[in-house]
């Protein structure tokens, strides 16, 4: 069984730095293209960034362009999120989340993924 469990969240200062991690068990996270995601109440969960399986090549949301870095240790099958001065509009539950295939252009669209996480919460606040 394909399980996650994301790590890493937490309450920060606007300007301030988190590392979200996506621990991997049940299967191995380099055959996956792996997403995480946001979510706040009463909105619609927004695509973050994705890493494409087969080339390693990453999206990311204009909102979090040259902020956030998604990346990959395939030795420890995780996927991490790294997060630089973040804004309290950052503030949501993240998710990771797998797909068996990249979906290009709409990479962002939660309905390519079939495995998530339960969710990790960031809080951004002075």
């Known amino acids: 069984q394909l399980q996650f469990v994301e790590s890493g969240g937490g309450l920060v200062q606007p300007g301030g730095s988190l590392r979200l991690s996506c621990a991997a068990s049940?299967?191995?996270?380099?055959?996956?293209?792996i997403g995480w995601f946001r979510q706040v109440p009463g909105k619609e969960r927004e695509g973050v960034s994705c890493?494409?399986?087969?080339?390693?090549?990453?999206n990311y949301a204009d909102s979090v362009k040259g902020r956030f870095t998604i990346s990959r240790d395939n030795a420890k099958n995780t996927v991490y999120l790294q997060m630089n001065n973040l804004k309290p509009e950052d503030t949501a539950v993240y998710y990771c989340?797998?797909?068996?295939?990249?979906?290009?252009?709409?990479?962002?669209?939660?309905?390519?993924?079939?495995?998530w996480g339960p969710g990790t919460q960031v809080t951004v606040s002075s």
């Open positions: 989340a797998a797909a068996d295939q990249y979906a290009g252009g709409t990479w962002y669209l939660s309905l390519w993924y079939d495995y």
């Open positions: 049940g299967f191995t996270l380099d055959y996956y293209t």
């Open positions: 890493i494409n399986s087969s080339n390693g090549s990453t």
